[in-house]
């Protein structure tokens, strides 16, 4: 009777979790077809937020897909390191599939510096998105960084990362 009843309520939690899960995708095809906000939109966005809230890992790509959906937001960003900053080690670029366009992510508090090792891997950081305006900074002997003219108007306040 026991094994009867444990496996109703089983059976009960994975059609449910099914049946939200579609939703989900429906939610997301409707955004994707309408290409502007309506209530299906709308709806998605605040799920979306929740996802985003318990911090989802986001691509580059996705991320530059609809950056206004994380600005001032935390989340975890996977790209590819294409840069870090050999003067300081403060900054790191993060690239998606594009090869144009990079994500400036800044080290916060809680890292020293972001080693050269890592160009060339994978990582996940974990931080607050925001925009920022461009401006080439320079290095101690003057010249600007080349990463920085290739990064889009938004950065990440790296709280922590790790290579994947």
């Known amino acids: 009777m026991k094994n009867l009843i444990l496996s109703v309520l089983f ?16 939610d997301k095809s409707c955004c994707a077809e309408a290409k ?6 709308s709806e998605a966005a605040a799920s979306a937020d929740v996802a985003i809230s318990d911090s989802a890992i986001v ?5 530059l897909s609809n950056p206004e959906m994380y600005i001032d937001k935390k989340i975890e960003l996977q790209g590819f390191v294409m840069h870090t900053c050999k003067k ?3 900054k790191m670029f993060l690239k998606g599939t594009d090869e144009s366009t990079f994500i400036r992510i800044e080290a916060g508090e809680n890292i020293s510096k972001f080693e050269p ?31 920085e003219d290739k990064a889009k108007g938004y950065v990440m306040a790296c709280e922590s990362f790790k290579q994947i």
């Not at 502007?36 to 939109?41: D, G, I, L, P, R």
């Not at 691509?59 to 991320?63: G, I, K, W």
């Not at 060339?120 to 080349?146: K, N, R, Y």
């Open 117 to 147: 090792t890592l160009e060339g891997e994978t990582v996940i950081a974990s931080g607050v998105l925001s925009v920022f305006i461009q401006d080439s900074e320079e290095h101690a002997e003057g010249e600007a960084c080349s990463s």
């Open 88 to 90: 300081t080690g403060k």
């Open 36 to 41: 502007q906000t309506t209530a299906c939109c």
């Open 59 to 63: 691509t580059v790509d996705q991320l």
């Open 11 to 26: 059976a009960i939690l994975l059609i449910a979790c099914v049946s939200r899960s579609s939703k989900k995708e429906e």
